[in-house]
Nanobody
Framework: QVQLVESGGGLVQAGGSLRLSCAASGRTFSSSAMGWFRQAPGKEREFVASILWRNGYTYYRDSVKGRFTISRDNAKSTVYLQMNSLKPEDTAVYYC????????????????????WGQGTQVTVSS
């Protein structure tokens, strides 16, 4: 079993920054990945960013490239999402997710690939 606990959401003005954290516990993550997704009201959950625990490789959706940075702290089993230059369209509930085993062909941009999810944290960007 894996537990994921997110924190760091809140209300910020456009152009501001927030850092989300996702603390993982319960399993080892040597061959896995973590991802951040978001879901705005009335919209489907969408991929934001992901990172491989083993080598730190990262992937981003196009609309956040250059503004968001995903990182990990292996010792703390924690993944971060640093969000800069926030826009009102970034407003959503942000979820972290864990993929236990990454193999050739795994598509980390798909929510269905992930095995565990956090409870979500609200991010609201005012204009």
């Amino acid at each position: 079993q894996v537990q994921l606990v997110e924190s760091g959401g809140g209300l910020v003005q456009a152009g501001g920054s927030l850092r989300l954290s996702c603390a993982a516990s319960g399993r080892t993550f040597s061959s896995s990945a973590m991802g951040w997704f978001r879901q705005a009201p009335g919209k489907e959950r969408e991929f934001v960013a992901s990172i491989l625990w083993r080598n730190g490789y990262t992937y981003y959706r196009d609309s956040v490239k250059g503004r968001f940075t995903i990182s990990r702290d292996n010792a703390k089993s924690t993944v971060y999402l640093q969000m800069n230059s926030l826009k009102p369209e970034d407003t959503a509930v942000y979820y972290c997710a864990a993929k236990l085993t990454v193999v050739v062909g795994t598509n980390l941009k798909l929510a269905t690939e992930y095995d565990y999810w956090g409870q979500g944290t609200q991010v609201t960007v005012s204009s």
